[in-house]
C-alpha cells in the first residue's frame, strides 16, 4: 500500500509563503513506487468541494497548474527522497484550505489519483 504524508502547513500572513512536502512511502500491488507516479496537489476549503492545484509527471518534466495557481504556486519533486513539493508565493485569504497530495499509476492528469494524504491545513490571515 501507498502511504503519502503531507508537512508545511501553517498560518501565513497575505503575501507571504509556504513550502509544502510530500513524502510517499510503500508501493501499489503491482509493485509500482513513488518514481513511477505522477502527483498532484488538491485543496479543500471550509464548506467548499476539493478542488485541483498542482500535478507533476513521475519524470517532473511536466507539470500542470490551476489557473489560481499560475504565477504563484510551483510543482516540483525529488525522486530520491520520495517526495513531492508545493512551493507556494503571494499568498491569498482564499488560498485558505486542507492541502491534500495524491498519486495516481499513470500519466500526468486533474483525475483518477488513487492514493492520498491526510492533509495540512493552509491559513492565510493577518
Known amino acids: 500500500q501507498v502511504q503519502l504524508v503531507e508537512s508545511g502547513g501553517g498560518l501565513v500572513q497575505p503575501g507571504g509563503s509556504l513550502r509544502l512536502s510530500c513524502a510517499a512511502s510503500?508501493?501499489?500491488?503491482?509493485?509500482?513506487?513513488?518514481?513511477?507516479?505522477?502527483m498532484g496537489w488538491f485543496r479543500q476549503a471550509l464548506g467548499k468541494e476539493r478542488e485541483f492545484v498542482a500535478a507533476?509527471?513521475?519524470?517532473?518534466?511536466?507539470?500542470d497548474l490551476a489557473d489560481s495557481a499560475k504565477g504563484r504556486f510551483t510543482i516540483s519533486r525529488d525522486n530520491a527522497k520520495n517526495t513531492v513539493y508545493l512551493q507556494m508565493n503571494s499568498l491569498k485569504p482564499e488560498d485558505t484550505a486542507v492541502y491534500h497530495c495524491a498519486a495516481r499509476a499513470g500519466v500526468l492528469s486533474r483525475y483518477g489519483y488513487d492514493f492520498w494524504g491526510q492533509g495540512t491545513q493552509v491559513t492565510v490571515s493577518s
Open positions: 507533476i509527471s513521475w519524470s517532473g518534466g511536466g507539470t
Open positions: 510503500g508501493r501499489t500491488a503491482s509493485g509500482r513506487t513513488f518514481s513511477m507516479f505522477a
